[in-house]
C-alpha cells in the first residue's frame, strides 16, 4: 500500500448527484465540476484530505452505465474542468480518488453497439460474452449477461485480452492525468485473477497508485491477495454499526470487530458508515442519541476511513429499492458550504473532534481492537500502537453504567467520570480515554 494511505481520510461525494446534473445523457457540455472546487476548503475543514468521486465519465444515465471511460460526462464538464479539479485538490494536498466501473459498460457503449450493427466479425465482440441467435441480421443485439439483472449494465467478459488492455488503459490514462488512485466498482462480480492482470502494468506506471475494490460479501483478504489490491470495503463492519447499535445488541458489533481485527492482519480495509449505496446513518439509527456512537466507532478502528458527503452534517436519506431510490441519499449540494443548515453544526464538530484525534494518534490506521467489555446496551474495546493505548466506551442504555477500563487515565473524548480501571458513562454516552 503506498506510505501516503496511512494518513488518508477521504470525502466520497457523488458528483452527478451533487451537482444537480441531468438524470440522462447530454450533448452539450455543463461545466459543473467548479462545483466541487468550492466545497475543498469544507473538506479540509472537517480534517479530510481525500476527495473520493463517484462516476465522472461518460454515461448515459446515472454515471454506472459508462459509455465512453476515456471522457468526462458533457453534464459535468470536460478535460479541462477535471484538471483544474485535480490542480486544486493538490494545491491543498487533497489526494483524489476516481472511480472505475469495469465489471459492466453501459449498453449504448459504442463497443457494445457494434455487435449489433457488425455481428460476430465485430472488433469488440470479445468484449463481452454475447449469444448470437441461428441467423444474425443486422440491427440485432445478441444475448449478453448483464450486471443483476439491469439491462443497461452490460457485462464484460474478463477473460478476454482486450477487455485486460482496455481497463488497463483507462487506470494509466486518468492517472497520468493526475488522479492518485481508483476505487473499482463491483470488484466482487470480477474475478481476482482479472484484477492481477491489469494490475502490475498500473503499478508499473504509478507505484504510488491506490486500488480499492468494492467487495460487499466474499473472501475479503483473498480478494486483495489475489487481485493485488490495495484494500476492500468493510461491509461487514458497517453492518454491525448500524445494526448492532439500533437493536442495541452491541455483541453483534463485538464479533464484527474481531472480524475485522483478522482483516487487519493482512491489509487495510477502507471504512465506512455511509455510502452512495446505503440509507444513510442518520435516517437507519431511530434514536439520534447514538448517532455519534457510529462515527467514534469509524474513527478510533484500524482501517482507512471514509465520509459520505453530507453524513458529517448528519443528512438524511433512506434508500429505496426501485429506479430512482438512490437519489435521496445522492442529493444536491448548495453552490458552496454557506447554505448548509446550522442544525448539521453539531455532527460536523463531533467529525472534527474524532478525526482530529485520528489524527493525534496517526497509529490508529493499523491499530486491531481489542475486546474489553460486551454487553447488550455497553461495549468497551482498546486499541494500541506505538507505545499507546486508548479504550472506547459506549453505552446505548437509558441509566448510567459504571463499566471496566483497565489503565484508564483520562478522558481525549466525550463525556465520562473515570476512576481506578473505570469509567462511568451518562445514559446514551461515549467517551475515548487515554490508558
Known amino acids: 500500500m503506498p506510505g501516503w494511505v496511512a494518513d488518508a481520510i477521504w470525502w466520497q461525494v457523488y458528483p452527478l448527484g451533487f451537482t444537480g446534473a441531468e438524470r440522462s445523457a447530454v450533448d452539450e457540455v455543463h461545466h459543473r465540476l467548479p462545483h466541487l472546487e468550492r466545497w475543498l476548503d469544507h473538506l479540509l475543514e472537517l480534517g479530510c484530505n481525500g476527495l473520493a468521486l463517484g462516476p465522472v465519465f461518460a454515461s448515459s444515465t446515472h454515471g454506472y452505465d459508462t459509455v465512453d471511460h476515456f471522457r468526462i460526462d458533457p453534464r459535468l464538464g470536460d478535460e479541462a474542468d477535471f484538471d483544474a479539479l485535480v490542480a486544486a485538490a493538490h494545491a491543498r494536498g487533497v489526494r483524489v480518488l476516481l472511480d472505475g466501473v469495469f465489471n459492466h ?41 448483464v450486471f443483476e439483472g439491469h439491462d443497461i449494465l452490460v457485462e464484460l467478459d474478463h477473460s478476454s485480452e482486450a477487455v485486460v488492455d482496455l481497463v488497463t488503459r483507462v487506470m494509466v490514462h486518468w492517472l497520468d492525468r493526475g488522479a492518485d488512485g481508483w476505487r473499482l466498482d463491483a470488484a466482487y462480480a470480477v474475478p481476482p485473477e482479472f484484477w492481477a492482470r491489469v494490475l502490475p502494468a498500473v503499478r508499473a506506471a504509478h507505484p504510488d497508485a491506490y486500488v480499492v475494490g468494492e467487495v460487499i460479501h466474499g473472501d475479503y483478504a483473498r480478494a486483495v491477495a489475489v487481485g493485488g489490491l490495495d484494500a476492500v470495503t468493510q461491509y461487514e463492519l458497517w453492518q454491525a454499526v448500524w445494526h448492532g447499535i439500533e437493536e442495541r445488541n452491541l455483541f453483534e458489533l463485538a464479533w464484527s470487530l474481531k472480524r475485522h481485527a483478522v482483516f487487519l492482519e493482512s491489509f487495510v480495509p477502507w471504512t465506512f458508515v455511509g455510502n452512495h449505496d446505503v440509507t444513510r446513518i442518520a435516517s437507519v439509527l431511530s434514536d ?32 429505496a429499492d426501485r429506479a430512482g431510490g438512490d437519489d435521496a441519499v445522492r442529493p444536491p449540494f448548495p453552490p458552496d458550504p454557506s447554505g448548509l443548515s446550522p442544525l448539521g453544526l453539531p455532527t460536523f464538530h463531533l467529525h472534527q473532534e474524532l478525526i482530529g484525534l485520528r489524527r493525534r494518534h496517526p497509529w490508529l490506521h493499523t491499530a486491531a481492537p481489542e475486546q474489553v467489555h460486551v454487553a447488550n446496551e455497553q461495549l468497551v474495546y482498546a486499541v494500541a500502537g506505538r507505545g499507546e493505548r486508548l479504550l472506547v466506551a459506549l453505552n446505548l442504555a437509558d441509566a448510567p453504567c459504571r463499566l471496566p477500563a483497565p489503565g484508564v487515565r483520562g478522558v481525549l473524548a466525550g463525556t465520562a467520570d473515570t476512576g481506578r480501571d473505570v469509567v462511568d458513562l451518562p445514559p446514551h454516552g461515549w467517551a475515548v480515554l487515554a490508558s
Do not use: I, N, Y
Not at 457503449?109 to 460474452?129: C, I, K, V
Not at 444474425?136 to 449477461?145: A, I, L, Q, R, Y
Not at 455519534?292 to 458527503?309: E, K, N, Y
Open 105 to 145: 459498460v453501459g449498453r449504448r457503449h459504442p463497443a457494445f453497439r457494434a455487435l449489433a450493427e457488425q455481428g460476430p466479425s465485430a472488433p469488440t465482440a470479445d468484449w463481452f460474452r454475447p449469444r448470437w441467435p441461428e441467423r444474425w441480421e443486422p440491427g440485432v443485439e445478441p444475448e449478453v449477461d
Open 288 to 319: 439520534e442519541r447514538h448517532l455519534p456512537h457510529a462515527h467514534v466507532v469509524l474513527f478510533t478502528l484500524g482501517g482507512t476511513p471514509a465520509v459520505w458527503s453530507g453524513d458529517e452534517h448528519a443528512f438524511r436519506g433512506v434508500k
